[in-house]
């Protein structure tokens, strides 16, 4: 008689007994691993390939509406939202004009000043979530001068290709958000002498990508892949929004307006200015003197800045958001079937010391690490636990035992 062999999986080749679930079929057998990971290849080459963009809004969704969707997510900086909500309505609007209109909308470019932890990179984030063009995030410290080591600043298009799947089409209407700009300004107010191959090299070659043009994309990176044929893509319908922190560009406001950041200038009267937010003020001839080239602040006509945040708006952080910081740690104690209480003195501690260290709201979730650390691993292994509340005294404790001076502002 033949003898009966264990049957096995056709794609894995594991027994049966090594399997959970083996599912039998007219030649052969499969199991639960490889229909999940055959479900995942599904999910990225199907799905994906078949994503289609939409270039125009609903007509019931109006600027008004892009704020409350934004409102969800970013607390404060009601004017930075009005100018994004604004923007974003204006560029689905020239996405679908008509090529025989006589008057043609152009593009108004967005570049976002604030200090650190503000939200400019969470604006960004958030607006992506509402639209349904492709949308990327670049880092600008990354790019140098072609020829040099780095990326060239072509790889911005390169990545939004890679959103879009390829799709030229879709990548010309997208949005992209460039992070750091500040960090490519030249040294000085003059032109450079010698090579700026990181600053001033880099803006001059963003230019034709920020104006509208027909650029050869590398798909894949120009350096790592030199024989790949390039894809041509017009720039005249992507929007770009740029953002930095601008350190120290404050002085440079305060000068431009004859004041000093601890007093007032006495003299003639003049209008009261709030030293506490200097950027308010920014203009185009202080990103001039900071390191931006004219042609550059040009492009980018739209002007906004964030405000710091404050002890009330730290503690909404905090707390409102769909993403806020607390929820996200109950989140991670319910999965442990533990549920995790704030007392409102302990939230003041940790909005009092994210005050002192002056770094935003990234600063919120440094100190709640420290805070929080200890328990989080403890609490998961101990017996019994049904409910944890963290107190003022728990929080000023744990605070003092971790180490917390790296967060010290200089």
Request: hydrophobic share 40%.
């Amino acid at each position: 008689m033949k003898k009966e062999t264990e049957p096995s999986c056709s794609f894995c080749g594991r027994k049966k007994k090594e399997t959970q679930i083996l599912i039998s079929g007219i030649e052969g057998h499969i199991c639960e691993n490889c229909v999940g990971q055959a479900q995942q290849i599904i999910d990225e080459e199907l799905f994906q390939k078949n994503k289609k963009f939409q270039f125009s809004l609903p007509s019931s969704v109006k600027p008004k509406d892009i704020k409350t969707f934004l409102d969800q997510y970013v607390i404060g900086q009601d004017e930075a939202k009005r100018y994004i909500s604004v923007a974003v309505y204006n560029h689905y609007k020239r996405l679908n004009q008509s090529k025989s209109d006589e008057v043609e909308i152009e593009k108004s470019n967005i570049l976002l000043v604030g200090q650190t932890g503000t939200g400019k990179t969470l604006l960004a984030r958030s607006i992506a979530k509402f639209l349904n063009v492709p949308f990327t995030i670049v880092d600008a410290t990354v790019f140098t001068e072609a020829g040099y080591v780095g990326e060239d600043v072509e790889s911005i298009l390169s990545r939004l290709l890679q959103v879009c799947n390829y799709d030229v089409n879709a990548a010309q209407h997208g949005i992209i958000y460039i992070d750091e700009i500040d960090k490519i300004a030249r040294k000085g107010d003059n032109p450079s002498i010698t090579r700026d191959v990181s600053g001033e090299g880099v803006q001059q070659a963003m230019l034709k990508l920020l104006e509208g043009s027909e650029v050869l994309v590398p798909p894949q990176g120009g350096r790592k892949h030199p024989e790949q044929k390039m894809v041509k893509v017009d720039t005249s319908n992507i929007l770009f929004i740029c953002g930095g922190a601008f350190e120290g560009i404050d002085r440079l406001i305060s000068t431009r307006l004859n004041q000093s950041k601890v007093g007032f200038k006495k003299g003639k009267a003049q209008e009261k200015i709030d030293e506490e937010n200097f950027l308010q003020y920014v203009s185009p001839l202080d990103l001039r003197t900071f390191g931006l080239i004219p042609e550059l602040i040009g492009r980018v006509p739209v002007l906004v800045h964030l405000n710091p945040l404050d002890k009330t708006a730290l503690r909404n952080i905090l707390t409102e958001p769909k993403n806020a910081l607390l929820k996200q740690y109950k989140k991670i104690f319910k999965s442990d079937n533990i549920a995790l209480k704030f007392d409102d003195a302990a939230i003041d501690f940790v909005i009092d010391k994210a005050m002192e260290f002056k770094l935003g709201a990234r600063g919120l979730r440094s100190i709640c690490e420290a805070i929080m650390n200890d328990a989080m691993f403890e609490l998961p292994s101990t017996p019994g636990v049904k409910e944890f509340v963290v107190t003022r005294a728990f929080a000023e404790e744990k605070f003092e035992k971790a180490n917390v001076s790296k967060l010290k502002a200089a």
